[in-house]
Structure formats: C-alpha cells, structure tokens
C-alpha cells in the first residue's frame, strides 16, 4: 500500500476552498452598507420621560386656560424600509392602558406629525391618514389630551410601521381598540416615547 503524502500548503488551499462562500456575504453587504439606524421616535414638546405642557392636556372639565387639547409634536427616523405607512397610538399606562388617541395611514413618506392635529376623521395634515372617534371623557375624533388633574400619570405614544397602505379594515365607527388590534397586527416594526401629565 502506497501512503500519498500532501503538502502542507495544499491542505490549506483545499480547506479555504471547502468554506461556504454564502457565509462571506452578509459580512461584505453590512460592510458596503453599514448599520442601520435605529428607529425612534422624538418630540421638541417634551423629551423621554418628561413633562408634557399643559397645552397638550385635555380641556375636559378642565379651568386652566393653558390647557388646548393639542397634540404633540412627533417625529420618528430610522423606520425600515418595508414600511408602507405608519400609525400612532396613545395609551395612558396608568389607567388601565386607556387608548386617547389613534391615527392610521399615515403616508410612508411621512416622518412626522405638526402639533395640534386636526380633530376630524381625516384630518388635512397629513394628508389621507385617518383617526379613530374617542368615546370618553370626550367625545371627538383624534386627540384627547393627558386627563388626570389629581394624579401624574404616564403617558406612552407609539409609532408602528406597517405592512400595509391602508387599514381597509377599519372606518369612520371602529372603536379605539379593534384600531390599535389591526394597527399590532400590520405591525413590523414600532418605537415608543413616554411623557408624565
């Protein structure tokens, strides 16, 4: 019996060309494109845990003038590129998870949303985005404000990117929460931002 004896160096040619070249690739692509920012959501009313003005507080048996029922300033960055529109959900975390605002098809161009959103179904800015009517303390579509003038509750906005254009699903009479089941359903990807009233 004849023992063949193999180069060191060709051992090694050999082991390199057995490595899955597939492995090499998501490396190189992360390199040729970098990180990816992460999504966030911001507002230049109030930052991440602070107080929201009292100009975004609902004016619900309320006497303080300062009081407007306004909605905050938002923007969020870093959204994945599947997003074909954005939603926004306002829950207040202290009572019970209660939703106080809901707006839906959002543009996916859009990348913020001006203060003081317009209380309709659909509203002018942005243009084709819609809100759920809330039934409460109030009775309006859009924005209800922080309501809990004898205690700071915590306030949570989030932002979701969805799968979809358009929450077909929903109309002019769905309830807050079949809103926020179809907007977590369509769900790719969300961020939040938290402020105390």
Not at 9 to 16: E, K, Q, Y
Not at 84 to 105: C, E, F, G, T
Not at 108 to 136: D, I
Request: charged share 15%; net charge positive.
């Amino acid at each position: 019996m004849t023992i063949k004896r193999i180069a060191p160096h060709a051992l090694l040619v050999a082991g390199a060309l057995a490595l899955p070249t597939a492995a090499a690739v998501p490396s190189g692509a992360a390199a040729a494109s970098g990180p990816r920012a992460a999504f966030t959501l911001t507002s230049s009313a109030f930052t991440e845990g602070g107080t929201i003005p009292k100009v975004h507080e609902c004016t619900s048996g309320g006497n303080d003038p300062r009081q407007k029922n306004e909605s905050p300033p938002l923007a969020w960055a870093g959204a994945p590129a599947a997003a074909k529109s954005y939603a926004i959900v306002m829950r207040d975390l202290d009572n019970a998870n209660l939703i106080h605002w809901v707006i839906y098809d959002i543009p996916p161009a859009a990348t913020s949303l001006p203060q003081n959103v317009e209380h309709a179904y659909m509203p002018s800015v942005p243009a084709g985005a819609r809100q759920v009517y809330y039934r409460g303390s109030a009775s309006l579509y859009g924005y209800q404000g922080p309501c809990s003038p004898r205690t700071v509750n915590t306030y949570e906005f989030t932002v979701h990117a969805l799968n979809k254009a358009k929450l077909t699903e929903l109309n002019n009479s769905s309830s807050t929460q079949t809103a926020a089941r179809a907007i977590a359903n369509a769900s790719v990807a969300s961020t939040k931002l938290s402020g105390e009233s």
